[in-house]
């Protein structure tokens, strides 16, 4: 089912993009004043290069800066602009999506969970998907509860995640430990999740900034107000010392409504940033809240003609 579905978007994107429709009514679309913040994690080279391609032909590609002074009145922007941010800091990053941002020179934000950074292992999700996916144990247990794996991984996954997310930051690492103290899993599984170096995110700083997404990635909204400052201030500062220019901008761990509230979002407004990011589909404009402003997840987007038809709202016959 999802096969044909992905048939038939590739194939009305194409009709809606050769057939002048797409940029004929980017001129005229009621909504074309609001900005797209785009959101990817990890996507094929050949994918990005297509994206791309097909926003700077329909779109303005702008920084979140500037994204961020127009939002605040501080600075217009063209219609119909988009802003391209990556999450998790990545080393694919630097291999597949940096040259493809250099070519068409265009900019671009990553948020970056320092302490994966610093350790140079994978971030604990990352390493719990790797477990799920590749153990031979029928069960996992996290405390007192038990996971059978199954056949569908991707739900015992998402299962365990759920459980480590609710846990106290003391608690989800020991629950970790005590998960991998006997894991063995093939390289295949983990070699996606290697993060950045220090040395590859400065060798970048001329096309992409990049800002504070916490120390470990936790659930913030169940951690303890000190926990909360520390996960926050200290990934910002940890970026600034580093490497040595002003951090502005946050993203919220996985970023839905069940990952932040009010007291998380007003810890991020009292240390000293400008906007946080959300993964909660939708487009901004002025007069947003700029402690929960949305994003477009992008990452399962087949082709540049399929993104640019959702981004121009021209999607109208299947769930986006």
């Known amino acids: 089912?999802?096969?044909?579905?992905?048939?038939?978007?590739?194939?009305?994107?194409?009709?809606?993009?050769?057939?002048?429709?797409?940029?004929?009514?980017?001129?005229?679309?009621?909504?074309?004043?609001?900005?797209?913040?785009?959101?990817?994690?990890?996507?094929?080279?050949?994918?990005?290069?297509?994206?791309?391609?097909?926003?700077?032909?329909?779109?303005?590609?702008?920084?979140?800066?500037?994204?961020?002074?127009?939002?605040?009145?501080?600075?217009?922007?063209?219609?119909?602009?988009?802003?391209?941010?990556?999450?998790?800091?990545?080393?694919?990053?630097?291999?597949?999506?940096?040259?493809?941002?250099?070519?068409?020179?265009?900019?671009?934000?990553?948020?970056?969970?320092?302490?994966?950074?610093?350790?140079?292992?994978?971030?604990?999700?990352?390493?719990?998907?790797?477990?799920?996916?590749?153990?031979?144990?029928?069960?996992?247990?996290?405390?007192?509860?038990?996971?059978?794996?199954?056949?569908?991984?991707?739900?015992?996954?998402?299962?365990?995640?759920?459980?480590?997310?609710?846990?106290?930051?003391?608690?989800?690492?020991?629950?970790?430990?005590?998960?991998?103290?006997d894991a063995s899993f093939s390289d295949r599984h983990i070699a996606r999740y290697r993060p950045l170096t220090w040395e590859q995110i400065r060798e970048m700083r001329e096309f992409v900034t990049f800002e504070a997404h916490t120390l470990s990635h936790p659930n913030l909204r169940i951690l303890d107000s000190w926990e909360l400052v520390r996960e926050i201030e200290g990934s910002k500062r940890r970026l600034e010392e580093t490497l040595n220019h002003e951090v502005r901008h946050f993203a919220f761990p996985f970023g839905q409504r069940a990952h932040f509230n009010d007291d998380v979002a007003d810890v991020v407004r009292r240390g000293g940033f400008d906007c946080a990011l959300t993964t909660i589909r939708g487009s901004c404009g002025p007069g947003d809240d700029l402690f929960r402003l949305p994003r477009i997840v992008c990452d399962g987007i087949n082709n540049g003609r399929i993104l640019v038809t959702r981004l121009s709202n021209l999607w109208v016959f299947l769930s986006t």
């Open 1 to 181: 089912m999802q096969a044909v579905k992905d048939i038939i978007k590739s194939r009305y994107s194409s009709l809606m993009w050769n057939s002048g429709l797409v940029s004929a009514w980017l001129k005229f679309r009621p909504r074309k004043h609001l900005v797209a913040i785009l959101n990817y994690h990890h996507i094929a080279s050949d994918v990005f290069a297509d994206h791309v391609r097909s926003l700077v032909k329909a779109f303005r590609v702008i920084s979140l800066a500037e994204c961020c002074d127009y939002l605040q009145g501080r600075l217009d922007v063209p219609t119909n602009s988009v802003v391209i941010t990556f999450d998790d800091a990545y080393r694919q990053f630097f291999d597949d999506v940096f040259p493809i941002l250099k070519q068409y020179d265009v900019p671009a934000t990553m948020f970056v969970p320092t302490d994966s950074i610093d350790s140079q292992e994978p971030l604990w999700f990352n390493r719990v998907k790797a477990l799920v996916f590749g153990t031979r144990q029928e069960s996992l247990r996290i405390d007192d509860a038990v996971v059978n794996i199954g056949e569908d991984r991707q739900r015992a996954y998402h299962e365990v995640t759920a459980l480590l997310n609710g846990c106290s930051l003391e608690a989800r690492d020991a629950s970790l430990d005590h998960l991998f103290r």
